[in-house]
C-alpha cells in the first residue's frame, strides 16, 4: 500500500475513520495512523474531532475512531509572518 492509495479513497470518500481505513486496506490502526498522519503534515488531510454518536457507552475504542477528512491542495502559508 502507498499513501496514493490513501489519498484515492480519502478524495473518493471524502472522510473516514481511522478505523475504515485499516479495515479496507487491512493493516492495523496505528500503523494507518502514521499514513494518514503524512497527509495531515503536508497539509494535505486534517482530523476531524468529532463525538462518538453513541456518547459515552465504554464499548468503543476512541484511537480508532478518528475521523479524517481529505482538504486537497496543501494550505498556502504566508511568505513571511506579518501574511506578506
Known amino acids: 500500500m502507498l499513501l496514493m492509495d490513501v489519498k484515492?479513497?480519502?478524495t473518493k470518500r471524502g472522510r473516514a475513520s481511522l478505523d475504515?481505513?485499516?479495515v479496507h486496506f487491512t493493516v492495523e490502526p496505528e500503523?494507518?495512523?502514521?499514513?494518514?498522519?503524512?497527509?495531515?503534515?503536508?497539509g494535505r488531510a486534517r482530523?476531524?474531532?468529532q463525538a462518538l454518536p453513541c456518547g459515552t457507552c465504554g464499548k468503543c475504542d476512541s484511537a480508532t475512531s478518528d475521523i479524517y477528512e481529505w482538504l486537497g491542495?496543501?494550505?498556502r502559508l504566508p511568505?513571511?509572518?506579518?501574511g506578506n
Open 8 to 10: 484515492d479513497y480519502l
Open 20 to 22: 475504515d481505513l485499516a
Open 31 to 42: 500503523a494507518m495512523r502514521g499514513l494518514v498522519e503524512t497527509w495531515v503534515a503536508k
Open 47 to 49: 482530523r476531524v474531532n
Open 73 to 75: 491542495a496543501a494550505a
Open 79 to 82: 511568505a513571511h509572518p506579518c
